[in-house]
């Protein structure tokens, strides 16, 4: 998919304005569709954390204090208040979260799942603000094992599988963007609103 | 400079679609109109076009080097105060820039006057570089040029090499509006040359844009951003809810956040001030400057945001006589000295300049009906005329 010209080389013998040479690599023939193809798929680094079902369990595994602990579980429950996925009926929350694994909210008309565990850094290093974790049903989530073997399989608020490695293990390694939050949709509000209705075929271009 | 009625080329739709211009024709309007072209001598584009560009950009260089340690102007040209560690910060460290377009009134006749320089997100960019040149080319190849006809156009090399210059890791992300098509092509083309220049890019719509716990601006797979090309205006992203996290975010950007200072019509006003005996430079005041008298009757009124044309009005005898409707102005308006774009054969063509890092680089011509260049303007070609 390349498209290139040459400049006819017998067109002068002096100094020159314009390119010697224009060469498009993606653009040629297919046009922008062709670019989907070259996208760039950089290997991510990976993120070490720890995964409790509550502080209790956090403290007899005797790899953080008690008194952290306590704070990163509290910080969970309050992430929980505010982030916990919902859902309008418990049907459709069931359905993604497991029979028995979804309680009403506040107010009464949307259910929200139970937190099941929650999720920290290996180390205080990472930073990582503790999140709260839901189970994930069967079959919607990448658990690993089979029947009576198989691991609790989590989510996070916002739908990313976290899984423990195996066995009884507390530990996992999965992707930074398992376990952050992050904001999306913050830029293009103001060029939409400036716009208007055709802002999208306008753009910010001038 | 001449309007020379050339003829298109019976094939130009097939070169188009060969080389991925899809935006020539543009809500069933023509956009690219190669029936006839401009013609200049390479003294016309050496010395009142090129030379200009270039000492007018440094100028402009200059002038936000004083901007970004003075506030009175920094709020007279309402760039939000949540956004100036941003733009301070960004030219403090040098970050670099990509490119720009100034706009001229000029017909071969007197001195190019400047009416705005587009510094942050200019279009037409791709029909410049590679359409432009390909026509040149191939009218060259079938003799209908003679030989030793040029063009004032090296933006395609100069990006190129501006994006092999560039500091960083290696990557590059381009957002737009993914559905506005001639903005899209836009950034599809800068996406080719930074591919070439050896960078790994990825284009992401501006909705897919995220911002992580740690301020990093990332992707939908959150993955960091390390350098953002956005062809969308830093006024509009300061007001955004992510304008504040700019500051303080390790994410860079094309343009930098310093190009606030330029694409703003409010430089007009600034620079005029610095030397009002420029040749290139026309009489400019802030509309609540009441030495804007010295404009009498005759004169432009300009929203210091707004591009292709909108809300602009011409005003004559006191009167309006032209004018474009749009969504600007409410931020505040400069009054600047009429200088109508010339005609021929009763069209109107826009001199864009190019500027590729710092250095002048090519020429675009756009060209209107009216006197006021809107984005319902053709993309004229033009070349310079064998000595």
Sequence with gaps: MSSQGRKDELDEGGRSKRSQVVTLVMLGGAGIAALELARVDPSQRMEDVRIYPDAEACVAAWVRT?????????????????????????DLCEAQHGVGECRSADPGDRFVPFMAAYVVGATAAQKLDPQPLFRAASGTSDVRGFGAFAQPGYRTSWGCPVNPAGGSSSAARVPPASVRPALFGGF????????????AAQGGGG | MRRVRIGERPDWRMHAARNGFHFHTLADQPYWDESHAYAFTLDEIEEEIEA???????????????????????????????AWDAVRDSWHRRDPSLYGRLDFAYGGDGPAKLLEYNADTPTALYETAVFQWLWLEDLLANGRLARGADQYNAVHERLIARFRAMPGDGTLALTAFADAPEDRGTVAYLEDCAS?????CRF?????????AAGCFIDRRRTPIS??????????????TFGVAVARTPTRFLEPPWKAILSNKGLLP?????????????????????ARAALGTRYVRKPLYSREGANIQMVEEGIVVAQDHGPYGAEGYIRQALAPV????????????????????????RESAGPITTNAALFVPHYIEAA
């Design chain 1, 66 to 90: 008690e008194a952290e602990c306590r704070a990163d579980y509290a910080a969970a429950r309050r992430t929980y208040a505010e982030a916990a996925p919902t859902y309008p009926s418990k």
């Design chain 1, 188 to 199: 293009g509000a103001t060029g939409r609103a400036v716009c208007g209705d055709d802002g």
């Design chain 2, 52 to 82: 200009p560009s270039a000492e007018l950009h440094a100028l402009c260089l200059d002038f936000v080097d004083r901007a970004v340690e003075d506030e009175h102007i920094l709020a007279g040209l309402r760039i939000p105060r949540c």
């Design chain 2, 196 to 200: 070439q220049a050896g960078l790994a």
């Design chain 2, 204 to 212: 992401l719509d501006l909705g897919e844009i995220g911002l992580d």
């Design chain 2, 227 to 240: 350098r953002l090309f956005k062809l969308y205006p830093w006024e509009w992203a300061f007001a955004d």
């Design chain 2, 270 to 290: 600034y620079l005029y001030a610095r030397e009002p005996n420029h040749p290139n430079l026309l009489p400019a005041y802030f509309e609540t400057d009441p």
């Design chain 2, 342 to 365: 010339p005609c021929f054969d009763g069209r109107r063509p826009l001199v864009g300049s190019w500027i590729v890092g710092d250095a002048a680089a090519g020429l675009c011509i």
